[in-house]
């Protein structure tokens, strides 16, 4: 049955048949989890892949988040954004910590570094900035707030998988870097995730800490968590290295054709790259200001679910105004004006390999139509 309806994403697979003939090797090792010998060859293939020189694999990206807080022995409060997926605050608070929201850029969605500075109390401990839509964070002015203040820094880099920055890959910036493979991704291993650290002895903290904490079949010396990837999730992963830049390169594709087709139409605008940075096109957000484009973004995003594409507000609602968070007090939420602001205008297009390119033209036509049909009426 062919399904005919557009997501905003969908999984990139590799062939089947090779992906059955390393279900095939498991089968005949029996060797399903633990630290098996997929788990070592992907683990050492995306170090390399990555240019990073320690990553610790784990079951998904959540999980890697919390353990990389209690990696770093924080305590009070953790500045990090509102405007990204919940995982990214909930970690904080299962950790028993406290996020305290920053406000955005309005330009690259990221955390805005003198927002930061002006949050720091004695209670910080920590600076948790995410990499928004694989967009570079303003690296070097958060680290520069983070020696003085003598804080830690943790990316979530959930979007940015071998995101590179006048030629260094950005996940060796801060103390560790988080990655998500979940099967939304740009790079899935189904679920999945990683921490980056810089030394063995993070890596063997990070490592027991994965693993309930032992460090051998008698000795115990944490508190861990079950986040072990599995033999059947690292196939997965060294066979979507394997594809990983071809994907890429039809993501870019389909970026330049929104573009193209989207550029030079007031009230709506995209995110701007720039030739110094190597992007994996992880998504495609748009920014409708209604007061210009003549309708609301959700307006637009009505109109496309009507024609069976879901694209979607990433991200809307922001976690601040969540009622997980409803203990940030009215003062707090006011100096979030440019994540507010950008929350109600975000949508995220359909982007993923295999898009055709006549899908990407008929949904800016949609998009065109929407507003040529409600301009006036709003």
Known sequence: MINKKIYVTKPALPPLEEFEAY????????????NGPFHIEFEN?????????YISLFSNGTIA?????????????????????????????????????????????NIDPESVERLITENTSAILPVHVYGIPCDTESLQK???KHK??????????????????????????????????????????????????????????????????????????????????????????????????????QITHRYIQRLQHISGLRHIQYNKHTEYNYSYFPVFINRDEFGCSRDDVYNALKN?????????????????SYEHIDSAARENLKNANKITEEVLCLPIYPGLQPESVDRICEIILQCRNTLKGKN
């Open 23 to 34: 279900l095939e090797q498991m089968w005949e090792s029996g060797w399903l989890t633990n």
């Open 45 to 53: 293939s995306l170090r390399d892949f990555l240019d990073v020189d």
């Open 65 to 109: 988040l919390i353990t990389a807080l209690q990696a770093l022995d924080l305590k009070g409060e953790i500045i990090t954004t509102p405007y990204s997926f919940v995982a990214t605050s909930h970690a904080i608070k299962w950790n028993g910590l406290n996020p305290v929201f920053a406000d955005i850029d309005s330009h690259t969605c």
């Open 145 to 147: 707030i983070a020696d």
């Open 151 to 252: 804080l830690k820094v943790i990316y979530d880099a959930a979007h940015a998988f071998r995101v590179k920055q006048n030629g260094f890959s950005i996940l060796n910036c801060g103390d560790l870097t988080v990655l998500s493979f979940h099967a939304t991704k740009a790079f899935h291993t189904f679920e999945g995730g990683a921490i980056v650290s810089h030394s063995a002895e993070q890596k063997t903290k990070i490592d027991y800490l994965k693993n309930f904490g032992f460090a051998d079949e008698l000795t115990i010396v944490g508190v861990g968590i079950n986040g072990k990837m599995n033999e059947i999730q690292a196939c997965m992963g060294l066979l979507q290295l394997k594809y990983f830049e071809k994907y890429v390169e039809e993501r870019k």
């Open 307 to 323: 024609h069976e594409i879901y694209a979607r507000r990433y991200f809307y609602p922001l976690i601040s105004n969540l009622p």
